[in-house]
């Protein structure tokens, strides 16, 4: 009897232990650190402050997010680095830098691909979409949500562009990002990396003529003060993706993986509906402002960048194939 009392007790003690020590696991609490490149005024910075909100409220105060904005950790570059290696927990990352790790990744950024957003979020929400990731689990990431950057334009403060002649001569900042470098050089123009948290004072002081982006990136930057032309013509097209280190994402309980998951993809598309029903109101300040808004006729500009495609096909045996694919879904 004493026996069989004692081994009830044993018992008795181990399920206290594993209730104390799933309690424990339940109240314990977690900060996540999140860089971007992006200023405070910029839309995606506005729906990561909803989704850290959201975040911490559907977990009952256990995830507390830190937004760290305008490069403030680094450079998009230094900052995913610092992601990879688990120093940072999570990064809003552009294409050309996820290309580094998803090689096919860089196809998104080939010239005029995309026909509009409706065509963009067919590809990137289907098995395109996933096919494009394979690479980053190597590489000790993990991507919970695409978001946006948007469809991209050209300003400059030396003249309209009309066609792509206009562009020889001009000296470009791009991001790091060889397949933007290489659409530049097939107009004749010069194209430099440079950090984007420096580049208005780049554009004032002259060191470039102009800068490619989003309607959105131009407007929340001011842009349209040091930069005369603005160019409509959606000549590329890059998401901005919710990158998170495997290193913080394996810690975390699996509750806490379904809420951030929930969350990054509400607000991400949050983020998309954004950028889509601002552009219009945006242009239209722009224009206030000063800026010269032109819509050329993209069809020569589409002719002089086959270069690009050729180079790309002839690197890639899976480029063609995956473009058609793409194509496919117009």
């Known amino acids: 009897m004493k026996k069989i ?4 007790l044993a018992l008795v003690m181990v399920f206290a232990l594993c209730a104390c020590g799933g309690s424990a696991k339940e109240e314990q609490t977690y900060t996540i650190r999140i860089g971007h490149s992006d200023t405070t ?7 990561l402050e909803h989704f850290a909100k959201a975040v911490n409220e559907r977990t009952n105060g256990r995830v507390t997010i830190e937004i760290y904005a305008a490069e403030q950790l680094g450079s998009n570059k230094e900052m995913i680095e610092m992601v990879k290696m688990g ?28 026909s509009d957003y409706k065509h963009v979020y ?15 689990e190597e590489n000790n990431l993990i991507q919970l949500a695409y978001w946006e950057n948007g469809l991209r334009q050209f300003t400059n403060s030396k003249r309209p562009i009309e066609k792509p002649e206009d562009l020889a001569g001009l000296k470009f900042r791009t991001p790091e990002d060889q397949m933007t470098m290489a659409i530049f050089a097939a107009y004749g123009a010069s194209a430099s990396p440079f950090a984007f948290s420096e580049l208005y004072l780049a554009l004032q002081q002259g060191t470039f003529d102009g800068q490619e982006n989003p309607v959105a990136n131009i407007y929340a930057n001011n842009f349209q ?3 005369k032309y603005l160019t ?7 998401p901005k993706d919710m990158i998170f280190s495997l290193t913080t994402w394996n810690k975390l309980p699996a ?12 607000f991400g598309a949050e983020h998309r509906k954004a950028i889509v029903d601002s552009e219009a109101q945006m242009l239209a300040e722009l224009e206030a402002a000063g800026m010269e808004i032109g819509y050329p006729d993209t069809a ?14 002839a690197q890639n045996d899976w480029a063609e194939d995956l473009v058609a694919r793409i194509n496919a879904l117009k």
Not at 122 to 136: A, N, P, R, S, Y
Not at 300 to 313: G, L, T
């Open 5 to 8: 009392i004692a081994l009830l």
């Open 41 to 47: 005024q910029n839309l995606i910075h506005v729906s």
């Open 300 to 313: 020569p500009f589409i002719e002089q960048a086959q270069s690009v495609y050729e180079d790309f096909y």
């Open 87 to 114: 120093n940072l927990d999570a990064m809003m990352l552009p294409s050309g830098q996820q290309a580094d790790f998803c090689p096919k990744f860089k196809a998104l950024s080939l010239p005029f691909l995309f």
């Open 232 to 238: 409509m013509v959606n000549y590329q097209y890059q």
């Open 255 to 266: 509750d806490i993986q379904e809420v951030l998951l929930e969350c990054a993809k509400e």
């Open 122 to 136: 067919k590809v990137l929400d289907g098995e395109i979409g996933q096919e494009l990731l394979e690479g980053l």
């Open 225 to 227: 003060d040091v930069q």
